[in-house]
């Protein structure tokens, strides 16, 4: 099946920005081809490792937000930070 690499990349930074916790830390629980990708363009740090979390970068935050805002909330919601 092909499909829009880059598009799915961008999803899962927006879910990658959904589930942050202690600052720029979000959970791994996506494909290992998606998070070596994200990696691979800067927006995350070195996935492996034991650790059950990441570390988003600051393009990767700001990246991640924005396509939050764009893809998931509703017009006239407070995009202020991170959702709720």
């Known amino acids: 099946?092909?499909?829009d690499k880059d598009k799915v990349d961008e999803m899962a930074l927006a879910?990658?920005?959904?589930?942050?916790?202690?600052?720029?830390?979000?959970?791994?629980?996506?494909?290992?081809?998606?998070?070596?990708?994200?990696?691979?363009?800067?927006?995350i740090l070195d996935p492996v490792g034991k650790a059950k979390s990441l570390v988003l970068t600051e393009e990767g935050l700001q990246r991640?937000?924005?396509?939050?805002?764009h893809h998931f909330v509703q017009t006239g919601s407070d995009a202020g930070g991170k959702p709720q």
Do not use: I, S
């Open 64 to 69: 991640g937000r924005e396509l939050f805002l």
């Open 1 to 3: 099946m092909d499909y």
């Open 15 to 43: 879910l990658l920005f959904l589930t942050l916790h202690d600052g720029p830390r979000a959970w791994k629980g996506l494909d290992w081809e998606v998070t070596n990708r994200l990696h691979e363009k800067g927006l």
